[in-house]
């Protein structure tokens, strides 16, 4: 077994595996759980600002969407640096080999989503007339260009429905090895 990161092994006390239980390291659990909520209140947050488009006082939400959005892009690019230099334990030869296949895409499909979500809104944002200001901080805009803003306000919205997909079949996943195989699968990304 390689541990070049410190990842941990814990007891099988806790799962009822017998091999033991590998863990991610804290600042890859911390990362994805930041991430998990973050990205689950983006989602929401995006839905419900559209919603009030028009309102007076929506400027506030778009900002504040903007704002996050670019901070999580940057965790994002954090955790891809720490996940190509820390390599995961491969997962338990008891799960079937489609399940192990399955997952390998999902977290590919996922690691691209949260690339390209960010970048399009961030892309479309510097095309629309608004602009973007960082936590209250003009950045540099690009002349404003509408059909450019809308073709990539478009990606950014049907990224945001196939990151949900993904994470509804991340998160299935992720259940059955709790409550159904227990096999101490989900507990990787527990402490
Ligand atoms: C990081 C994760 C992000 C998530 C999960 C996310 C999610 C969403 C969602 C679900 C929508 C509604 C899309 C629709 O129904 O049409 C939306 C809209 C929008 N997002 Fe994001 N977003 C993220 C990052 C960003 C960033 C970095 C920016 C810009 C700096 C941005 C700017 C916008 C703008 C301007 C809209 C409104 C688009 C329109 O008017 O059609 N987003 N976002």
Redo the contacts with the bound molecule.
Sequence with gaps: MQINDKETMSTSKQTGNATGTWTYARPALALHWILAV??TG??????F??SI?DDPGSDWY?NL??????S??LL?LLRIVWRLTHRPEPLPSFVPAWQIKLSSVTQMLLYTC?IV???A??I???Y?K?G?ALFGVALPTAVPNHDLA?LF??V??VT??I?VGLVALHVAGALKHLLIDRDGVFQRMWR
């Design positions: 973050s990205l983006m989602v929401a947050l995006g839905w600002m559209i488009e778009f969407h903007k704002s996050i959005g670019i999580i892009f994002v949260m979500l960010p970048v809104g961030f479309g944002a510097r629309s608004d973007i809308e306000f478009s950014h919205g945001a429905w990151l």
